[in-house]
């Protein structure tokens, strides 16, 4: 044999390699298509929290006699515990792994909606709405995490946003059936939901020990797939993370990390305030404060945002994350807009025949366009801008950022737009706009570019 023929062969073989790793890349198995359904169920268990406030409110205030306050009180003290969760989050996630989070998480989520269904006063009702909130911030951190290490890079975005596909099909259902169901039964089907999602967490891989590593990296890609290669850089990164210093949450205020932490808060902060959370959890009170039926708005919804929300898994790697944030806060902002001005013309005694039809015209606008991009794409983008060494500490300060401001906006809606509702939606108005200049001048492009290519955009801005 010549040694041009040697150098064929060699060749060759490179190239066959290459192409196997490329198979082994794009290839996204069943157990990956799996791990990733268990997982999103409890964003599943959010959607159910988040629509229960709103499908619940008549039945718990009038069995009750719980006064708006109370009420709001109610509604909001989920976010105030997601709060807590979102503190902890990341050490559990150390500390018992992402699997083990999920489970912990799962038993306070049943305890809230037990405490929730038998229920004698506002004492059981609060408790059980922060038990279910704490069990939200969890999942907030963990569920996102979990994704990004199980899947391939090509469609990593793509099956984050799972996420926000599936709080969808909980809000959805939850809009549906709580039309026809009690809010004690209500609360026991979330219940169940709970269970089986538990039960579905003892078939998730481990990650930890090198063996059970690479042992869950065969199941994952394929019996046929060479995972020697990701396995190894997993175990690298891994031992760099436990070798170097560990990171606290007063080191993320450096220099170095300030765009990757303005960003990061800065749209978690523009999700919260733009009024998302005040209009999903009380969706009714807003159809029939524009004289709406609010059984028929929240069919409405359920029938949409399920589409919607598919739509957003599929623009989210085909447009990229930039452009879809900004189609997405450009629709909130025109529908808080649109919401404004039928409000406000309704109050001059101007158009009320058709403030009913353009209330519900604009609350399924603005939600639809919150599913399709600014629900999600945050949560995205956090787990891809922040380096491996503070991600633990930047997770945890962006979700319990989040959280603190979703509390605010969720106690203090009710009184908001008992205050002005044509003022409220103003100022939601106002707050996207000012979005779409902030993701225009500061959010980068973040689609098909390595962790080493967006810290080197952030530090080229900063420079």
Not at 17 to 27: A, L, S, V
Not at 58 to 85: N, R
Not at 257 to 264: F, N
Request: hydrophobic share 50%.
């Amino acid at each position: 044999m010549t040694i041009s023929e040697n150098q064929r062969n060699l060749e060759a073989g490179l190239l066959l390699n290459k192409n196997r790793n490329d198979i082994n890349e794009c290839r996204i198995t069943v157990v990956v298509l799996f791990s990733t359904f268990v997982s999103v169920c409890g964003s599943f268990c959010f959607g159910c929290a988040a629509g229960y406030s709103s499908v619940a409110q008549a039945g718990i205030t009038k069995d009750l006699g719980l006064s708006v306050a109370q009420y709001s009180m109610f509604g909001s003290i989920m976010t105030f515990g997601a709060m807590f969760g979102a503190i902890f989050s990341g050490k559990v996630s150390d500390l018992i792994g992402r699997k083990g989070t999920m489970w912990f998480a799962q038993i306070f989520c049943i305890a809230g909606w037990l405490a929730i269904a038998f229920a004698k006063d506002t004492i059981w009702l609060d408790a059980g709405r922060f038990s279910t909130g704490f069990a939200v911030g969890l999942f907030s951190y963990v569920i996102p995490v979990y994704i990004a290490e199980i899947t391939p890079k090509h469609v990593r975005g793509a099956f984050v946003f799972a996420n926000q596909l599936m709080q969808s099909c909980g809000l959805s259902l939850y809009y549906v059936i709580g039309n026809f169901v009690h809010w004690r039964n209500l609360a026991l089907i979330g219940k169940l939901n709970c269970f089986k999602t538990f039960s579905f967490l003892a078939t998730l891989g481990k990650w930890g020990l090198e063996k059970e590593c690479t042992a869950s990296l065969q199941l994952l890609r394929g019996e046929d797939a060479d995972v020697s290669e990701e396995a190894n850089t997993i175990k690298e990164t891994m031992i760099l993370f436990n070798e170097g210093p560990k990171s606290r949450v007063m080191d993320l205020f450096q220099r170095r990390y300030a765009p990757s932490l303005v960003i990061g808060v800065g749209l978690m902060l523009l999700q919260q305030l733009s009024g998302s959370s005040g209009i999903m959890f009380y969706v009714g009170s807003v159809f029939d404060k524009g004289g709406f039926p609010s059984s028929i708005g929240s069919m409405i919804l359920a029938v949409i945002m399920i589409p919607k929300a598919i739509l957003g898994l599929i623009l989210v790697e085909k447009m990229g994350r930039r452009p879809l944030l900004l189609a997405s806060t450009s629709g909130m902002c025109l529908c808080s807009l649109f919401l404004a001005f039928s409000f406000s013309f309704r109050s001059y005694g101007m158009l009320d025949e058709l403030t009913p039809i353009f209330t519900c015209i604009g609350v399924v606008g603005f939600i639809s366009s919150f599913a399709v991009g600014m629900g999600g794409l945050p949560w995205i983008i956090m787990s891809e801008i922040f380096p491996m060494n503070v991600k633990v500490s930047a997770g945890t300060l962006v979700t319990l950022a989040n959280w603190s401001f979703s509390w605010i906006v969720a106690f203090a809606y009710n009184f908001m737009i008992e205050w002005n509702a044509s003022g409220t939606f103003l100022i939601f108005f106002s707050i996207c706009a000012g979005g779409i200049v902030f993701i225009y001048a500061m959010v980068p492009e973040t689609k098909g570019r390595t962790l080493e290519d967006i810290q080197a955009s952030l530090t080229d801005f900063l420079q």
